[in-house]
């Protein structure tokens, strides 16, 4: 509560001056109580706090607030800054948002011009963040993962999350990184981070396995997110509109899509959650005879999700069964 504690210091000199008796000194001390507590309640009410004994952590967007969560475990208090429901792409943030990417003790962004008010507002703060695909390259660079076989980040495509092994990688930069900000709990640090990457590598195993002997290798998407996760499994994705969600598609574009659906024998068109119905029904109408399914990209969980008890690897497995069911795969 860094705001009534300037309030205090600044207010007592004027309010109790040397010559002040004991009981002016008392009377000052409880209105300087009392409007540090108003000024606390009116910016930040005490929900807005994390709880006593943990680490106030803010995280851009769901996936890397499920990283911290795993990683940090009851240490850490996540607040994520995308609603849940939410749109992360080019995140707009409240002035309380900014308060929070302030006061946290660290933030974690993903870069790359995915969200540039999120990236802005972490530059300015004093306290460390963690840049994912800053940490992602350095490791590439560093040839410290094997994870990335070939796999170079592709330019302009923020989505590394979709891919199970490059998530492992967003895990352990996670790990290192509150390992050095909060060194006394380390080893717990250490231990939830190898934990869920072992989660993730036994996702990707599912993966490997799921899609490995398929009729089809080719998936259709309106929101071209899933491009690292096709490299990786041996995919090939043509998108309908863009890395950006909520483009309308150009007609052009549907035209092409028709072309690839015929040619190819394509039975399933995927859109994200956050495309809207309008989309979809286009794209179902102008590619006729395809279903349209929900490919999730993750990016927020949706409240039924929430509700639900789903998360990063529970909606990675109904993805998987979905490619599977579009692209004809054999057990
Ligand atoms: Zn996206």
Same mark, same amino acid.
């Given at each position: 509560?860094?705001?009534?504690?300037?309030?205090?210091?600044?207010?007592?000199?004027?309010? =109790?001056?040397? *010559? @002040?008796?004991?009981?002016? /000194?008392?009377?000052? $001390? %409880? !209105? #300087?109580? &009392?409007?540090?507590?108003?000024?606390?309640?009116?910016?930040?009410?005490?929900?807005?706090?994390?709880?006593?004994?943990?680490?106030?952590?803010?995280?851009?967007?769901?996936?890397?607030?499920?990283?911290?969560?795993?990683?940090?475990?009851?240490?850490?208090?996540?607040?994520?800054?995308?609603?849940?429901?939410?749109?992360?792409?080019?995140?707009?943030?409240?002035?309380?948002?900014?308060?929070?990417?302030?006061?946290?003790?660290?933030?974690?962004?993903?870069?790359?011009?995915?969200?540039? =008010?999120?990236? *802005? @507002?972490?530059?300015?703060? /004093?306290?460390?963040? $963690? %840049? !994912? #695909?800053? &940490?992602?390259?350095?490791?590439?660079?560093?040839?410290?993962?094997?994870?990335?076989?070939?796999?170079?980040?592709?330019?302009?495509?923020?989505?590394?999350?979709?891919?199970?092994?490059?998530?492992?990688?967003?895990?352990?930069?996670?790990?290192?990184?509150?390992?050095?900000?909060?060194?006394?709990?380390?080893?717990?640090?250490?231990?939830?981070?190898?934990?869920?990457?072992?989660?993730?590598?036994?996702?990707?195993?599912?993966?490997?396995?799921?899609?490995?002997?398929?009729?089809?290798?080719?998936?259709?998407?309106?929101?071209?997110?899933?491009?690292?996760?096709?490299?990786?499994?041996?995919?090939?994705?043509?998108?309908?509109?863009?890395?950006?969600?909520?483009?309308?598609?150009?007609?052009?574009?549907?035209?092409?899509?028709?072309?690839?659906?015929?040619?190819?024998?394509?039975?399933?068109?995927?859109?994200?959650?956050?495309?809207?119905?309008?989309?979809?029904?286009?794209?179902?109408?102008?590619?006729?005879?395809?279903?349209?399914?929900?490919?999730?990209?993750?990016?927020?969980?949706?409240?039924?999700?929430?509700?639900?008890?789903?998360?990063?690897?529970?909606?990675?497995?109904?993805?998987?069964?979905?490619?599977?069911?579009?692209?004809?795969?054999?057990?």
């Amino acid at each position: 509560m860094r705001a009534p504690a300037t309030v205090a210091v600044t207010a007592t000199p004027r309010a =109790a001056p040397p *010559a @002040a008796t004991g009981a002016a /000194r008392l009377v000052a $001390l %409880v !209105v #300087l109580v &009392a409007a540090g507590g108003s000024v606390a309640a009116a910016c930040r009410p005490p929900s807005d706090a994390p709880p006593a004994g943990r680490l106030a952590v803010v995280a851009a967007f769901y996936p890397l607030a499920e990283a911290v969560r795993q990683v940090g475990g009851g240490r850490v208090a996540v607040r994520d800054l995308t609603p849940v429901g939410g749109e992360p792409h080019d995140l707009e943030l409240t002035p309380r948002d900014v308060d929070r990417i302030e006061d946290a003790t660290l933030v974690v962004v993903l870069g790359g011009g995915f969200q540039p =008010a999120v990236d *802005a @507002a972490a530059r300015r703060r /004093r306290g460390p963040t $963690l %840049v !994912v #695909l800053d &940490a992602l390259d350095a490791r590439a660079g560093r040839g410290a993962s094997e994870a990335h076989g070939s796999g170079r980040l592709r330019a302009g495509d923020p989505h590394v999350w979709l891919d199970p092994v490059l998530m492992q990688d967003v895990v352990r930069a996670v790990g290192e990184r509150l390992a050095r900000v909060d060194p006394g709990y380390a080893a717990r640090y250490r231990s939830g981070s190898a934990a869920y990457v072992r989660r993730l590598a036994a996702l990707d195993a599912r993966f490997r396995s799921g899609l490995a002997r398929c009729e089809r290798r080719t998936i259709v998407t309106s929101h071209d997110a899933f491009g690292y996760l096709a490299h990786r499994y041996g995919l090939e994705q043509r998108s309908v509109v863009g890395l950006v969600p909520d483009q309308e598609p150009d007609p052009k574009t549907l035209g092409e899509l028709a072309d690839l659906v015929r040619r190819e024998g394509i039975t399933t068109v995927f859109t994200g959650r956050s495309v809207s119905s309008r989309v979809a029904e286009t794209i179902a109408r102008e590619a006729g005879g395809v279903r349209v399914e929900v490919l999730d990209p993750l990016e927020a969980l949706t409240g039924e999700q929430v509700r639900a008890g789903a998360d990063y690897v529970s909606v990675m497995l109904d993805n998987l069964r979905r490619l599977r069911r579009a692209l004809d795969c054999r057990p």
